[in-house]
């Protein structure tokens, strides 16, 4: 079965510093992706970065960058410079790349409070 | 554009009764999913259409639970004889086609109250 772990219920950080939220997972399929979601209190999850499993450089996006170790099966992202406005739940997720499957399998998410 | 819409935003029933679920997606998305988002099991995947072909309806927890996309586009989720523990928030997302390298896009959610 496939399985995605976040560890870290809550966390909190300074505004301007960084952070890094782990997660973790396991599947027996070699051809997969992996993204990391945010959802602030207004519920609306939004996609923040995406990661194919294929693909040894690990992804960035502005001040959100990931650290994809394929063999430690793990997925880690880093928040650089941290903003108020980057205080919601994040959830990583898996979703297989081939098979008659659309369907994403969430982390039991983590908790980020940027305090001022 | 348009992002993924849903309706209602919240949603109090009674225990018993049926509830319709709606979901709007992105124009020219061909796949649609469902999720629901609880505090005691996290975000589960209840069922996905793309294009023409049968859903996967492999997340449904119950046979209360059913779901119809109609014409391609907008999707109901029905929920019959309402329970306590069907009290959760229902997500929606679709994305251009079904395939792990398309990232699924999200409405704002269902938040279903069983009194």
């Known amino acids: 079965a496939q399985t995605v772990t976040q560890s870290q219920p809550e966390m909190s950080v300074q505004e301007a510093e960084t952070v890094t939220l782990s997660c973790t997972y396991d599947?027996?399929?070699?051809?997969?992706?992996l993204f990391w979601y945010k959802q602030p209190p207004s519920r609306q999850m939004i996609l923040v970065i995406r990661q194919e499993a294929y693909k040894q450089q690990n992804a960035t996006e502005n001040r959100f960058s990931v650290n994809f170790q394929k063999a430690a099966k793990s997925f880690s992202l880093k928040i650089s410079d941290s903003q108020l406005g980057d205080t919601a739940m994040y959830f990583c997720a898996l979703i297989h790349g081939s098979g008659n499957t659309g369907k994403l399998i969430f982390g039991q998410g983590t908790t980020l409070q940027v305090k001022p | 554009g348009a992002g993924v819409s849903q309706s209602p935003s919240n949603k109090v029933t009674e225990k018993g009764k049926d509830v319709e679920l709606r979901c709007d997606p992105i124009s020219g998305h061909t796949a649609l999913y469902w999720y629901r988002q609880s505090l005691g099991q996290g975000l589960e995947f209840l069922i996905y259409?793309?294009?023409?072909?049968?859903?996967?309806k492999s997340g449904l927890p119950s046979d209360r639970f059913s779901a119809e996309r109609t014409g391609g586009s907008v999707s109901t989720l029905t929920i019959q004889r309402t329970q306590q523990e069907d009290s959760a928030v229902y997500l929606c997302?679709?994305?251009?086609?079904?395939?792990?390298?398309?990232?699924?896009?999200f409405g704002d959610g269902t938040r279903l109250s069983i009194l």
């Open positions: 599947t027996s399929e070699s051809n997969y992706y």
């Open positions: 997302a679709s994305s251009l086609v079904r395939f792990g390298n398309q990232p699924q896009h």
């Open positions: 259409f793309q294009g023409n072909s049968a859903p996967d």
